[in-house]
Each structure stands twice: as structure tokens, then as C-alpha cells.
């Protein structure tokens, strides 16, 4: 039966366009899930033998220049280097998102943004409650911030494992989601984890990110001038006492979308080409294949045996990790959305239903990557507590994805009948006749 056709709809079909955007996105996401969890489970079952030392003597193997303060251990330049790259395709997604995406319009951006910030919200809220309530010491509360990420990447793999073929407008839903966590996890990081802060560093950083973005806005896409600015921004920053991962995010974000008027004779790219798709086309393959794996496997490696994992059990921080991912992003993303329908009158797309919600909502409960540097820049790398909160990060990830696989499954056979709809193309143009409809437009929320 169909929908009051005088209310907004919630989670219509999005432009062609944007429909094949995000479906490359997806795509790369989903085999770099796919290796991030095998690269998790590798360091894991590493730390879980009698070699566990080669593991921890290998990440804690140090190597850089000392007098540029880059002797770091390889478990820390896979944190703050190899990170980097992620966060600069982060930057550049949010970029486009804000500029020419799905959050350019505010009608379209108020539901991913108000489940998004819903969701960081009340686990941080979970988190801070149960180790309150428990009566943790020491740091315990410095980790509120843990639970309140979205891993796009694992979440897709999750997805791909489990056959389901959600339909364009929530996987739509679901990237634009965790573009908005990225967006927030950043501001966390780089306000409530910076113990000092060194301004003359900082404001040196600024000098080859300005020629950095001068370069990108000309479109002189030289890699001999734009990766050397790259790594002194990232150096500088380093060096100034912000996680430097922040330095990706800023990069990211001086690449230009729209078109310009004209562009120099030096420039190599054309004034209408988006400088930020190119990138990121380029870059998130990178991103998603090495930089996240490699991070993973460093990070993952924690001991279950041998005691490790009762310990877990009984740090009030690792049993909040969990509770958070898996009841407080459920609360938060499907309470988010169900008030923002209440507030608009609102009401869902045809074929779709709050199950639907519900299982979108157990998806964003899978918190690994950004999660697990928290951890890190909260409790410190190799600390025990660290090592109990990654292990409840593995472990609520986990329920969380096999709960959401439940309620997914039980849909699969709709969400097959509408991605055939939405492959059909009767008149053999190229696009879809279901992204052809004209009242595509109007259903859009707001």
C-alpha cells in the first residue's frame, strides 16, 4: 500500500549519480574489509601462540630519524603514518559530500546527521555510565570516545559475507553515516587527545599545506610537489602535538570539488574535472587495501589465552566498549532516526520498514579502525587496559555484526526484489528506469 504521498520520505532513491558513486565507494570498501579482517585475524591468532613475543617485538621495533622525532615504533607509525592516507580519503569524502554529495542540501543531510550524531552520542553515554556505575579507576573514562565510530569497512564485509543486497537509498544511508562519524571522530581526536600542543609547529604546518592547496586548486596534480608538501604538513603537525592523523583530514579538505573558471597553463588537469573524485579514486584503494590492514594487524594483536581474556572480563572499560557498540549505537542511530521522523511526519520509503532501521542500526555497532586508535591514544599503546579494550572492541564488533546479519537476513528476499528494480533499463539508455522516475526529486526527505 502506498504512502501518503503529502509527507517526506525517509530513505527514497537517490540520483543515478549518486547511486554509482557510492557503489564504487562500496566496492573498494568491501574488499578492504575483507582484508582488514583477515589481517585481524592473522595478528590475532600471531598474539595466541608461543611466537607472541616475534609479534609484539615486530610492532614494537622502532625506526625513523630521531632528531625529526620520527623514531617511532612500527605500530606507531601505522597509527599516526599509515593512518594518515585513511583520514586524507576521509577528508576528501566529506568534502565532497558537503559540497556536491547527499549532505549538500540540508533537507537531505538532517537524517544521516542527526542519526550520526545520535550515534556517537549515547555510546559515549553507555560508556561513561557502566564504568561510572561500576566504580572503574584510574583512566577508565578517558575511552569514552572508543565506541562512537562506525567501521564502513568491516561493516561492508559483514555485509558481502552475508549475501544481503541492501537496496541504493540505505547503503547510501549507511556511507553517508559514517562519513558523519569520521567527521566527528576527527574533532574528538584532535580536541580531547592532544595533551600539549606546540603553536610554532602548528603554524609551520600551515606553510606546505597553503602551497599544498595552492597546487590543488590550479590543478597541477605534480605527485613530486604535492607529496613532499603532503609529508612536511604531516611531519609538522607530528611534531606539533596533534595526532597526526589530523594533518590527512586538512589535506583532504583543500582539495577542490566544483569547477573553476580557468585554470594556469602549468595546470595538468582540465578546470572541470573534480580534483577530490580524482584523488580519492586514486587514493582509496591505498586506503582501504594497505593503510587500514597493515593498522589493523598492529593493533589487533591482543592475548586471549593465558588469562587474557578473564582479565578483559573483569576491566569495567572493556565491558563498556561492548555494551556501547552493540546497545548504545542501536539506541542512538535507530532513536535518531525514529525522532526525526516523529519531529518531520516522516514516514518510511514503500517496501522498506523500521526493521530495516533496526538493522541498519546493529550495522553501526561494528566499530573497529578509528575505534581501536582511540583506544590507543586513550590508554596508550601496549597498556594493559589497551589491550582489554581492543579485545572488547573485537568482541562487541562481533555481536554486534551477528545480530545485525539476524535482522538482515530476514529481509533479504525484498532487498533482492529491489535491486532488480533498480537494474532494470527497459529503454537500453544506460540508467536505470527506476532512477528515471520523475518523482525521484520529491521524495526526498525534508
Not at 592516507?85 to 558537503?98: H, P, S
Not at 550495522?363 to 579494550?389: K, W
Request: net charge negative; hydrophobic share 55%; aromatic share 8%.
Amino acid at each position: 500500500m502506498s504512502l501518503n504521498p503529502l509527507r517526506p520520505r525517509l530513505f527514497a532513491r537517490t540520483t543515478w549519480q549518486e547511486a554509482q558513486h557510492v557503489a564504487a565507494a562500496l566496492r573498494t570498501e568491501t574488499v578492504g574489509g575483507a582484508l582488514l579482517l583477515a589481517a585481524a585475524v592473522a595478528a590475532l591468532v600471531w598474539a595466541n601462540t608461543p611466537w607472541f613475543e616475534a609479534y609484539t617485538s615486530l610492532r614494537d621495533l622502532t625506526v625513523g630519524p630521531h632528531a625529526l622525532h620520527l623514531d617511532l615504533t612500527l605500530g606507531q607509525w601505522a597509527s599516526d603514518g599509515l593512518l594518515a592516507i585513511f583520514f586524507f580519503v576521509a577528508g576528501l569524502e566529506l568534502k565532497r559530500e558537503f559540497l556536491v554529495g547527499e549532505l549538500r542540501s540540508p533537507a537531505k543531510a538532517a537524517l544521516p546527521v542527526a542519526a550520526a550524531l545520535c550515534g556517537v552520542a549515547l555510546p559515549a553515554i553507555v560508556y561513561a555510565a557502566t564504568v561510572t556505575l561500576r566504580g572503574a579507576e584510574g583512566d577508565a573514562l578517558r575511552g569514552w570516545a572508543i565506541p562512537t565510530a562506525t567501521d564502513i569497512a568491516f561493516a561492508l564485509a559483514v555485509l558481502a559475507v552475508i549475501g544481503t543486497h541492501l537496496p541504493s537509498a540505505l547503503r547510501s544511508f549507511l556511507l553517508t553515516l559514517a562519513v558523519v562519524d569520521d567527521l566527528v571522530a576527527i574533532t574528538i581526536i584532535a580536541i580531547f587527545y592532544t595533551d600539549s600542543l606546540d603553536l610554532a609547529m602548528l603554524g609551520l604546518a600551515l606553510l606546505p599545506l597553503a602551497g599544498f592547496a595552492w597546487l590543488a586548486q590550479r590543478r597541477i596534480a605534480r605527485w613530486w610537489l604535492l607529496i613532499p608538501l603532503a609529508l612536511a604538513t604531516w611531519a609538522l603537525v607530528h611534531a606539533s602535538g596533534i595526532h597526526a592523523t589530523v594533518a590527512g583530514v586538512l589535506l583532504g579538505l583543500v582539495v577542490p570539488v566544483r569547477p573553476r573558471a580557468a585554470v594556469p597553463r602549468l595546470s595538468t588537469l582540465d578546470a572541470d574535472v573534480d580534483v577530490a573524485q580524482r584523488f580519492e579514486h586514486r587514493l582509496r584503494p591505498l586506503s582501504a587495501g594497505v593503510a587500514v590492514p597493515v593498522f589493523a594487524f598492529f593493533a589487533a594483536g591482543v592475548r586471549v589465552v593465558g588469562g587474557g581474556l578473564g582479565d578483559t572480563l573483569a576491566d569495567e572499560a572493556a565491558l563498556a566498549v561492548v555494551l556501547a557498540l552493540v546497545l548504545g549505537k542501536l539506541v542512538g542511530v535507530f532513536g535518531g532516526t525514529w525522532a526525526f521522523a516523529r519531529f518531520t511526519r516522516a514516514e518510511l520509503d514503500d517496501d522498506l520498514s523500521w526493521w530495516d532501521v533496526l538493522g541498519l542500526s546493529l550495522l553501526a555497532g561494528i566499530g573497529f579502525t578509528v575505534s581501536l586508535l582511540v583506544g590507543e591514544l586513550a590508554f596508550g599503546l601496549g597498556s594493559p587496559r589497551d589491550e582489554h579494550v581492543k579485545l572488547g572492541i573485537l568482541v562487541g564488533s562481533l555481536v554486534a555484526a551477528a545480530l545485525a546479519t539476524i535482522v538482515l537476513r530476514t529481509r533479504n528476499r525484498v532487498y533482492r526484489r529491489l535491486e532488480e528494480l533498480e537494474s532494470r533499463d527497459d529503454d537500453g539508455d544506460g540508467i536505470p528506469d527506476a532512477f528515471q522516475c520523475a518523482d525521484v526529486a520529491k521524495r526526498q526527505p525534508g
